[in-house]
């Protein structure tokens, strides 16, 4: 689940729990809210710990080597 979808769950969830006042026959949508909202943190949560931990720095104990790069003449052959 990425950023987005999860986010999207979130306010999915935040309307069916609090901007709707709708009953439908034998189903709650505060609770149908609140199970999207809590999917969507925990959606949010996991992603951000797997691109956290993809995201490492390579770091090397061997100095850098400069190497000189020689300038290329353009010569044109004679004629």
Request: charged residues 20%.
């Amino acid at each position: 689940m990425g950023i987005g979808t999860s986010i999207f769950l979130i306010a999915v969830g935040a309307i069916l729990t609090f901007a709707l006042d709708a009953n439908l026959g034998g189903v709650n949508l505060d609770v149908v809210g609140w199970i999207l909202m809590a999917a969507g943190v925990l959606g949010l949560i996991m992603t951000t710990l797997v691109w956290g931990r993809r995201r490492e720095v390579v770091t090397t104990t061997e100095p850098v080597e400069y190497r000189r790069v020689e300038e290329r003449r353009d010569v044109t052959p004679p004629l």
